[in-house]
């Protein structure tokens, strides 16, 4: 006998990982409205994940999320997985016809690219639903249209990103770093954080330059989480403090917690504390959520895998 069941619609499901930048390097704005930057991006262990299904010809676009911050995400265009999705049924001369699901893993609006890496996920995911069989060269090219950190997403590992952030050379880095993250339900815009930055510095910002970083890549290399934590570094953070004065503190009991290197993540607002160990960032996670310096806690690791079909 014969099922007159419907076959299911063909789908493809893709994890994307969240990112830190160890180092963010910020020289003097351009005039494109851009800065160039010297960074060290390193993958994290929380994910996104897309899953991208097969719809009929002329359906076009639909988008549905979860998560536990999911009523925070736009549904529409202004979603970058919506616009991956656009951008790559444009260059491979298909509509884009499919229905995107996003399920949130990574913080939202925290500095840690968890659009980016949507957007990186619905390019691998559509890609293969599309058997469009681009290189991962072709893909970076598209990711680095619709944003500076979708490029990272979608290598993963640790990378030095310059340009706009979005040029990457892979780096090496040794074993399993441990970290605890204090997210803030209000975020906080990148455009404003880097406004805010011009203020600060005009165009006195010092150029550039990756040499900055030859201890920070040294201590990946050795995998030292001391001399990492000693090495972290980011030029936003002082312009991020300006626009959310009541992060200082959560930095605070990060340190007094006997955090190896604290820093705001990005442009921020999450506040990114480097551990010992699993246990030791489970318990600064604690302190801060005692405190109530953070409206939710995250701990992971680092390094972790880029874009992949699961
Ligand atoms: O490239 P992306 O869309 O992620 O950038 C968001 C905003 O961040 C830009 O509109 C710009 O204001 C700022 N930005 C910048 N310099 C960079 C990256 C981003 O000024 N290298």
Same mark, same amino acid.
């Given at each position: 006998?014969?099922?007159?069941?419907?076959?299911?619609?063909?789908?493809?499901?893709?994890?994307?990982?969240?990112?830190?930048?160890?180092?963010?390097?910020?020289?003097?704005?351009?005039?494109? $409205?851009?800065?160039?930057?010297?960074?060290?991006?390193?993958?994290? !262990?929380?994910?996104?994940?897309?899953?991208?299904?097969?719809? !009929? #010809?002329?359906?076009?676009?639909?988008?549905?999320?979860?998560?536990?911050?999911?009523?925070?995400?736009?549904?529409?265009?202004?979603? =970058?997985?919506?616009?991956?999705?656009?951008?790559?049924?444009?260059?491979?001369?298909? /509509?884009?016809?499919?229905?995107?699901?996003?399920?949130?893993?990574?913080?939202?609006?925290?500095?840690?690219?968890?659009?980016?890496?949507?957007?990186?996920?619905?390019?691998?995911?559509?890609?293969? =639903?599309? $058997?469009?069989?681009?290189?991962?060269?072709? =893909? /970076?090219?598209?990711?680095?249209?619709? $944003?500076?950190?979708?490029?990272?997403?979608?290598?993963?590992?640790?990378?030095?990103?310059?340009?706009? +952030?979005?040029?990457?050379?892979?780096?090496?880095?040794?074993?399993?770093?441990?970290?605890?993250?204090?997210?803030?339900?209000?975020?906080? /815009?990148?455009?404003?954080?880097? $406004?805010?930055?011009?203020?600060?510095?005009?165009?006195?910002?010092?150029?550039?330059?990756?040499? #900055?970083?030859?201890?920070?890549?040294?201590?990946?290399?050795?995998?030292?989480?001391?001399?990492?934590?000693?090495?972290?570094?980011?030029?936003?953070?002082?312009?991020?403090?300006?626009?959310?004065?009541?992060?200082?503190?959560? =930095?605070?009991?990060?340190?007094?917690?006997?955090?190896? +290197?604290?820093?705001?993540?990005? /442009?921020?607002?999450?506040?990114?504390?480097?551990?010992?160990?699993?246990?030791? !960032?489970?318990?600064?996670?604690?302190?801060?959520?005692?405190?109530?310096?953070?409206?939710?806690?995250?701990?992971?690791?680092?390094?972790?895998?880029?874009?992949?079909?699961?």
């Amino acid at each position: 006998m014969t099922s007159l069941a419907a076959a299911p619609s063909p789908s493809v499901r893709v994890r994307a990982p969240g990112k830190i930048n160890l180092s963010l390097r910020v020289g003097p704005v351009e005039e494109d $409205g851009y800065h160039p930057l010297v960074t060290v991006f390193q993958a994290v !262990a929380l994910h996104e994940e897309v899953t991208a299904t097969e719809v !009929a #010809d002329g359906v076009g676009l639909s988008l549905t999320v979860d998560g536990p911050q999911a009523d925070r995400v736009p549904l529409d265009a202004s979603n =970058l997985a919506w616009r991956a999705a656009e951008v790559l049924a444009e260059h491979v001369g298909t /509509s884009p016809d499919v229905a995107l699901h996003l399920s949130k893993g990574v913080p939202v609006a925290g500095g840690m690219a968890g659009g980016s890496a949507d957007a990186a996920a619905t390019l691998v995911a559509c890609d293969a =639903l599309w $058997g469009a069989g681009l290189s991962r060269a072709e =893909l /970076s090219g598209l990711a680095a249209r619709l $944003g500076s950190d979708v490029p990272f997403a979608l290598l993963g590992h640790t990378a030095v990103g310059t340009g706009r +952030g979005h040029l990457l050379t892979p780096a090496m880095s040794r074993g399993e770093f441990h970290w605890a993250f204090a997210t803030r339900d209000e975020g906080l /815009s990148t455009p404003a954080v880097y $406004g805010r930055f011009d203020e600060m510095y005009g165009t006195t910002a010092p150029p550039v330059d990756v040499a #900055d970083d030859n201890g920070l890549m040294q201590a990946l290399r050795a995998g030292d989480p001391t001399a990492l934590g000693a090495a972290l570094h980011n030029d936003l953070e002082p312009a991020a403090l300006e626009l959310r004065p009541e992060l200082e503190r959560t =930095l605070e009991i990060a340190r007094n917690g006997g955090a190896l +290197g604290a820093m705001v993540s990005g /442009s921020g607002p999450t506040v990114a504390a480097l551990a010992r160990s699993r246990q030791h !960032a489970l318990a600064i996670a604690a302190t801060w959520t005692a405190e109530d310096a953070a409206d939710a806690v995250w701990c992971t690791t680092a390094p972790a895998a880029g874009a992949r079909v699961l």
